[in-house]
T-cell receptor
Framework: GAVVSQHPSWVICKSGTSVKIECRSL??????MFWYRQFPKQSLMLMAT?????????EQGVEKDKFLINHASLTLSTLTVTSAHPEDSSFYIC???????????FGSGTRLTVV | GESVGLHLPTLSVQEGDNSIINCAYS??????FIWYKQESGKGPQFIID?????DKRQGQRVTVLLNKTVKHLSLQIAATQPGDSAVYFC?????????????FGKGTLLTVNP
């Protein structure tokens, strides 16, 4: 079946540094990648949508200069949290979408802790 | 379960019982719905989906019911097992848009007692 690999699964970084999270579709091409953030005991909140080769579309309230999304190929999207602060600590999840029957496939998530 | 602010609604059942998890959606233009299971520290796992031209769909031990009139979705799990303990989310998306954004509901924490 369709598999999405998300790395790292967890990361601890110092306040003010940047962290990059990768999301790869292993056996299919993802026309669209979605990035979600999830706080404890809450639902997944969509941060941004990215299509290969074009700029990401960010949801209202999400700072595009802080959460940089790159979707350079049909199998790879990255989310970079720039100048991370403790309030950015969260569970980040990517989802790769293929409209040809595969649908949505989620990564395993990245637990980011900013200290 | 009861929906109370930021806290997840909870449902506690005995092993072997049937579970019913409910979800209300607000977008009448949504035409595709998915139920996901999320275990602690993991990404969502697909359970079952349904399109708006259907009102019921069955899978292995699971059934999804869709009532478009009242914008309500439910997930029924038969003979619930301890391994079913997790948070369950409904998600919806609409046709016609170019982004196919998937919007998640609040989620319900299911606890299965042995």
């Amino acid at each position: 079946g369709a598999v999405v690999s998300q790395h790292p699964s967890w990361v601890i970084c110092k306040s003010g540094t940047s962290v990059k999270i990768e999301c790869r579709s292993l056996d299919f091409q993802a026309t669209t990648m979605f990035w979600y953030r999830q706080f404890p005991k809450q639902s997944l909140m969509l941060m941004a949508t990215s299509n290969e080769g074009s700029k990401a579309t960010y949801e209202q309230g999400v700072e595009k200069d802080k959460f940089l999304i790159n979707h350079a190929s049909l199998t790879l999207s990255t989310l970079t949290v720039t100048s991370a602060h403790p309030e950015d600590s969260s569970f980040y999840i990517c989802s790769a979408y293929n409209r040809n029957a595969i649908g949505y496939t989620f990564g395993s998530g990245t637990r980011l802790t900013v200290v | 379960g009861e929906s109370v602010g930021l806290h997840l609604p909870t449902l506690s059942v005995q092993e072997g019982d049937n579970s019913i998890i409910n979800c209300a959606y607000s977008n009448s233009a949504s035409d595709y719905f998915i139920w996901y299971k999320q275990e602690s520290g993991k990404g969502p796992q697909f359970i079952i989906d349904i399109r708006s031209n259907m009102d019921k769909r069955q899978g292995q031990r699971v059934t999804v019911l869709l009532n478009k009139t009242v914008k309500h979705l439910s997930l029924q799990i038969a003979a619930t097992q301890p391994g079913d303990s997790a948070v369950y989310f409904c998600a919806e998306t609409g046709s016609g848009g170019s982004n196919y954004k998937l919007t998640f509901g609040k989620g319900t924490l299911l606890t299965v007692n042995p």
